[in-house]
């Protein structure tokens, strides 16, 4: 699994430099938009019901303004709206930077 050695908030970007040399640039209300979080995405219960999660939103002018390592495998963001709850698994940032939607 690759994994960040470098963590860098430039302006209103996160850049991110990997293990194997990779270096990823994220605009931070494109990271804010892609939030995993329940509040962000919503949670299904055991019968498959939506809950929560407010679909699309424009995030402009919203940045990172400190950040986190959470064990061995993601990085918690804390963005100038207050938001801090999901949890960017490093396979997730990956997608994000390869343009995949997830």
Partial sequence: M?????????????????DDGRETYYPAAR???ASPSAETQGERDIFGQQHGGHGPRDFSGVTVVGWERIGNYAL???FSDGHRTGLYAYE???KLADGMQV
């Fill in 76 to 78: 918690r963001f804390d």
């Fill in 92 to 94: 997730y940032l990956l």
């Fill in 31 to 33: 990271l804010r938009a």
């Fill in 2 to 18: 690759l994994t960040p050695v470098d963590v860098q908030i430039i302006g209103s970007e996160l850049a991110l430099r990997w």
